[in-house]
């Protein structure tokens, strides 16, 4: 069934130092891929996406990697920093016939936290 | 350019009684999605709608939950008779499109606390 979860529910890394989180999905239908930051009180905010064609993309500061052989996608954060510190979920949708649409399903979240 | 408006950002509701969340998407977005979130937990897709039409209430549970999208104003997710299980935050969502990606922008949810 649809499943997306994450490897590590913590992550804490000194500032400046590169993170990565990680994420397993099980459905080989998914075909789009979502990397949100969600902070304390507030709703998740749109980091990155990649397409299931694509194996990598990045973004300002951030790369997301996508292995479809293992189910597997990564977000990886540059030079992090305390403002990084939130909750990051990944999560997929999966292709509907061509009607897909913004149907997601979340992984759990790990939380990254950025000692100054 | 407002972002998605949710209100109440708190509720507290006794058990039995009725919530009603509010949703206000982004100007000129006709796309709305609820999901809900339990504490420590990812979001769970809840429902899909456009204007005046459900498209997809696959994670809506049968009973007490009911979503709409009215031509004017804002999308109402309505819980009756509220349980202490549906304490949780619940956050709408809506896209300029449904199909093939456009963002998706949250919220910033409504806590639901039932006593």
């Known amino acids: 069934g649809e499943n997306v979860g994450l490897h590590l529910p913590t992550l804490s890394v000194q500032e400046g130092d590169n993170s990565i989180i990680n994420c397993a999905y099980s459905?080989?239908?998914?075909?789009?891929f979502i990397w949100y930051k969600q902070e304390s009180g507030k709703g998740p905010q749109f980091i990155i996406d990649?397409?299931?064609?694509?194996d990598k993309r990045q973004g300002q500061r951030v790369t997301v990697l996508l292995n479809k052989t293992v189910k597997h996608l990564s977000l990886q954060i540059a030079a992090t920093q305390p403002g990084d510190s939130a909750v990051y979920f990944c999560?997929?949708?999966?292709?509907?016939?061509?009607?897909?649409?913004?149907?997601?399903?979340f992984g759990q979240g790990t939380i990254l936290t950025v000692h100054p | 350019n407002a972002g998605v408006m949710q209100n109440p950002r708190h509720l507290v509701r006794r058990r039995g009684q009725e919530a009603r969340l509010r949703c206000s998407p982004m100007k000129g977005h006709s796309h709305v999605y609820w999901y809900r979130q339990l504490p420590e937990e990812g979001l769970k897709f809840m429902v899909y709608?456009?204007?005046?039409?459900?498209?997809?209430e696959s994670g809506m549970p049968k009973e007490r939950f009911s979503a709409e999208f009215p031509k004017e104003g804002p999308s109402i997710l309505r819980i009756q008779q509220v349980v202490r299980g549906d304490s949780a935050a619940y956050f709408c969502?809506?896209?300029?499109?449904?199909?093939?990606?456009?963002?998706?922008?949250f919220g910033e949810g409504s806590r639901l606390t039932v006593l």
């Open positions: 969502a809506s896209s300029t499109r449904g199909g093939d990606t456009g963002e998706l922008f």
């Open positions: 709608l456009q204007k005046e039409n459900i498209i997809d």
């Open positions: 999560a997929d949708r999966i292709d509907a016939g061509g009607t897909s649409y913004g149907k997601l399903t």
């Open positions: 459905n080989s239908a998914s075909d789009y």
């Open positions: 990649i397409r299931s064609n694509m």
